[in-house]
């Protein structure tokens, strides 16, 4: 078990991954913000659980506290490199969860609510979850004492 956690939490001493850990780790900890707090002029858990409720997405407030949460925690253990890969991993599904539920129907571009910023974040989460965390992550602390 210990190798499994320790190999979960290793990566290459890269620092590519940090390139993506930092911007999207603060766009998505905003966007979470925006959902769970109403901050950044977003609607908080109310509001935001009313749209995904008019938009099928029920319980609509269960449905925005888990998008949320998973953006802003999401997004907080990124910037930290912190259990960087599952993380990566739960935030490549929120984004995959989007695209299809809300975006997919409008397009490829933003101008259009289309899905291509979903798309981004998808695949700089998914290259997270293949990566890892890379320098200056706690994640690299606590591999080194699970050896």
Do not use: C
Request: charged share 10%.
């Amino acid at each position: 078990m210990k190798t499994l956690i320790a190999k979960t939490l290793k990566s290459a001493p890269s620092l590519a991954p940090l390139a993506l850990r930092i911007p999207i780790g603060i766009i998505l900890l905003a966007h979470g913000a925006q959902k769970l707090f109403g901050w950044f002029g977003g609607y908080g858990l109310e509001g935001t659980g009313q749209w995904m409720a008019s938009i099928g997405l029920t319980p609509g407030y269960l449905m925005a506290l888990m998008a949320g949460s998973s953006e802003f925690f999401g997004g907080l253990f990124l910037l930290l490199g912190l259990l960087t890969r599952p993380t990566a991993l739960v935030l490549s599904f929120t984004m995959v969860v989007a695209i299809f539920s809300v975006h997919i129907g409008n397009g490829l571009f933003l101008t259009n609510n289309g899905y291509e910023f979903g798309l981004a974040l998808l695949a700089a989460t998914a290259s997270l979850a293949i990566s890892g965390a890379g320098k200056f992550a706690l994640d690299n602390l606590f591999a080194n004492r699970i050896k």
